[in-house]
């Protein structure tokens, strides 16, 4: 659902963009709160995963694929403002350096692919945790309906984008049903990917699910052929190390390079569910060329190099390295951020406790 450049007009963009820079804005304050000695290794990895896993389109429909757009993933995995600012670095790198989305309709894509997809998946996910049993299934079950939700909705808000600067004269009427229609069947694939990604987690580290933080079920033991609540366990008085996140790190970014490195050469060539409505409904008659349409990666190909299956492979790798090295620096100059802050917090209480 990556938009280019020319399907909005000038006005609509500019202040889509405006909104997505203050979406941003917020979402870099509401981070330092969420990323702590857990989620600040993983969310540079969770950016780097969602880029590698956008790479493998699969089919949906005669002539038309889908790919994962990532929102939901990530709020559930690291948090929902670190999952704005995940998707967005994806998106970024992918219209700087691989020519894939407009670089003047990049607050469009912020906005439906970062934004709306983090807020309608993890109001969904939250939403159904109350009301569902209070387990690692129910996180599952959760995380699938708000990833299934939450590409309809994106479409949504592209039609909505649509009909306030599109370029062309096609009826709204007829961009819903075709964005909508089409998006729905993508949002399976998405929840699909999301629920298996997030159930993996479960499995072997529910402690780094933030969506899963909380969960408190109790323990049950069998006596006399019954299930009781086993008796509260005493505080311990020294708290126990954090785990390493570094097996969990290197797991998830070896399977990034593998999927972007290999796999993807196998994913479907068709146009995705954008580019499909678009050709079909004729949104696309005022597209314009990209203005990094001669980057040396455009097209997730690297230049001169001749054999497909190698280019594109290396290209892949290169923007899993990229990612992860943008998103990484990013947040864990937020993780630092936030230590100063809890550190001049305690001061000052110190200080005023003196006094």
């Known amino acids: 659902m990556h938009v280019p450049d020319g399907f909005i007009d000038a006005p609509v963009s500019i202040a889509a963009g405006v909104a997505a820079a203050g979406a941003v804005a917020v979402s870099l304050r509401g981070a330092r709160r969420e990323l702590d000695e857990r989620a600040a290794p993983l969310a540079g990895l969770v950016a780097a995963f969602i880029f590698a896993v956008q790479m493998l389109n699969f089919p949906v429909a005669a002539g038309t694929s889908g790919h994962l757009l990532g929102g939901a993933l990530a709020a559930i995995l690291v948090g929902p403002y670190t999952g704005v600012l995940c998707v967005s670095v ?49 996180v599952t079950v959760a995380a699938f309906a708000g990833a299934l939700l939450s590409v309809p909705g994106a479409a949504v808000m592209f039609t909505l984008l649509y009909a ?19 998006h729905v069947l993508i949002g399976i694939g998405e929840a699909v990917i999301t629920a298996a990604t997030v159930g993996a987690v479960l499995a072997v580290r529910p402690d780094l699910v933030h969506g899963a933080r909380g969960l408190a079920a109790p323990l049950k033991l069998r006596v006399g052929g019954e299930l009781v609540d086993a008796p509260a366990a005493a505080p311990a008085a020294v708290p126990a190390p954090a785990r390493s996140t570094k097996p969990v790190w290197i797991t998830g970014l070896v399977t990034a390079l ?9 994913a479907s060539t068709s146009p995705d569910g954008l580019e499909k409505v678009a050709a079909d409904k004729g949104i696309d008659q005022k597209v314009k060329e990209h203005a990094s349409a001669d980057s040396p990666l455009a097209d997730y190909s690297v230049k001169d190099v001749g054999d497909a299956r190698l280019s594109g492979g290396l290209a892949g790798v290169i923007g899993v390295g990229a990612t992860v090295a943008v998103g990484t ?23 005023s406790s003196a006094v």
Do not use: C, H
């Open 258 to 266: 593998v999927l972007a490195g290999f796999v993807s050469f196998y």
């Open 164 to 182: 306030l600067g599109g370029t062309t004269d096609v009826p709204l009427g007829k961009v819903f049903t075709a964005m909508v229609g089409v």
């Open 329 to 351: 620096g990013i947040f864990w100059t937020l993780r630092r951020r936030r230590a100063e802050d809890l550190t001049a917090t305690s001061t000052g209480s110190t200080a």
């Open 90 to 138: 994806v998106l970024l790198m992918q219209g700087v350096l691989f020519a894939d989305g407009g670089l003047t309709a990049l607050g469009v894509n912020v906005m439906n692919m970062a934004v709306v997809t983090v807020v309608v998946a993890y109001a969904v996910f939250r939403g159904l945790l109350k009301l569902l049993p209070d387990t690692r299934r129910s």
